[in-house]
């Protein structure tokens, strides 16, 4: 665990670069998705502020989701991609897509909490063209990111007011939640 000179020090250093190291610490985290992203949120918001730290990870994570995305574009005619589509649940999710469009893609990446990773892989297989996802994805990135930023604004009340942080973690929870129902919903949804 960081001391709280320790923590002063990494802000120094990121506020030192610029948004440079915001940016790439945010490209990054969005090509290894296990990455911690609020770690992050928090890092970037207390950096720079809360407009320039959503601007920024919005920036690093659009980019390297996009960038995923495209790689896997270009490796849907690979034997493991082939081998991935053959499989009965991605060929169900992969109609559902086709066929329910970019509206639940839409909900599922507003939600800061659903696996970006695995919706480039199925959305790379299905028939959605490159800039309508794009689109849909520059959207719903910052909404997401927009949510965790405020409520990530508030993580440093945690040691000077116990009432407000306990009601950020209570949102955190039930954001998390919500995701996951609605992630389950559209997942489910597959399941004609």
Sequence with gaps: MLSFHQLEELFEF?????????????????????????LYIVLLIHTYGIIPGIIIRWLGVVTGT???????KKLVNTVRMKKLKSRNSVKRLISFIDRQGLIPLFILLCFPFTPNTLINIVVSLSH????????????SKLISIAIL????????????????????L????????????VEKHFMSSTKE
Excluded at 149 to 168: D, Q, S, Y
Aim: glycine fraction near 6%.
């Design 14 to 38: 990121f506020r030192q670069f610029r948004y440079i190291p915001g940016f790439i610490l945010l490209y990054l985290r969005a090509i290894v998705p296990v990455l911690p992203l609020t």
């Design 66 to 72: 996009f960038i995923v995305f495209l790689i896997c």
């Design 128 to 139: 959605i063209k490159i800039k309508f996802y794009f689109i849909i994805l520059v959207i």
């Design 149 to 168: 930023g405020f409520l990530g604004k508030e993580v440093f009340t945690i040691f000077t007011n116990p009432i407000r942080a306990l009601i950020m």
């Design 170 to 181: 209570i949102g955190f929870v039930i954001l998390w939640f919500v995701s996951k129902k």
